[in-house]
C-alpha cells in the first residue's frame, strides 16, 4: 500500500447527520462481516461530514485495489459517491489526526 485514494459518499438530499451515519455503520458492519479482507483496505475515514450545497459528503481513504468492489458494494447498498479520481492520491502519512481517523483492522 503506498498511495491511497479518496472516495466521498453522498448523502441522500435533506438527509441528516444522523441518519446517514447510521447508514455508514450499517454499511461498514455489512462490509466487516461478509468482506473483511476487503475492509481491510479500507484505511480511514474523514472526522467529520463535508457540508456541500448537495448535501453532506463523507471521505475514506482506501487501497486502490479495492475501489471495484466498493463500486460494487456501494452500488448495491444504494449510495451515490462523487467520481473517484484515481489521481487524487494519499499517503498513510497524511491520513493523521484530527483531519482522519484511521480505521482498526
Same mark, same amino acid.
Given at each position: 500500500?503506498?498511495?491511497?485514494?479518496?472516495?466521498?459518499?453522498?448523502?441522500?438530499?435533506?438527509?441528516?447527520?444522523?441518519?446517514?451515519?447510521?447508514?455508514?455503520? @450499517?454499511?461498514?458492519?455489512?462490509?466487516? $462481516?461478509? $468482506?473483511?479482507?476487503?475492509?481491510?483496505?479500507?484505511?480511514?475515514?474523514?472526522?467529520?461530514?463535508?457540508?456541500?450545497?448537495?448535501?453532506?459528503?463523507?471521505?475514506?481513504?482506501?487501497? !486502490?485495489?479495492?475501489?471495484?468492489?466498493?463500486?460494487?458494494?456501494? $452500488?448495491?447498498?444504494?449510495? @451515490? !459517491?462523487?467520481?473517484?479520481?484515481?489521481?487524487?492520491? !494519499?499517503?498513510?502519512?497524511?491520513?493523521?489526526?484530527?483531519?482522519?481517523? @484511521?480505521?482498526?483492522?
Amino acid at each position: 500500500m503506498d498511495e491511497l485514494i479518496r472516495i466521498s459518499l453522498a448523502a441522500e438530499p435533506g438527509e441528516s447527520a444522523s441518519d446517514f451515519g447510521s447508514r455508514l455503520s @450499517q454499511f461498514w458492519t455489512h462490509m466487516l $462481516r461478509n $468482506r473483511p479482507n476487503d475492509f481491510e483496505r479500507v484505511f480511514a475515514e474523514a472526522t467529520d461530514f463535508e457540508s456541500t450545497p448537495h448535501g453532506l459528503r463523507r471521505h475514506y481513504l482506501v487501497e !486502490y485495489e479495492v475501489l471495484p468492489i466498493l463500486e460494487a458494494e456501494l $452500488r448495491a447498498a444504494g449510495f @451515490q !459517491y462523487d467520481p473517484i479520481d484515481p489521481n487524487d492520491t !494519499y499517503s498513510k502519512y497524511e491520513a493523521v489526526a484530527p483531519d482522519w481517523w @484511521q480505521i482498526e483492522h
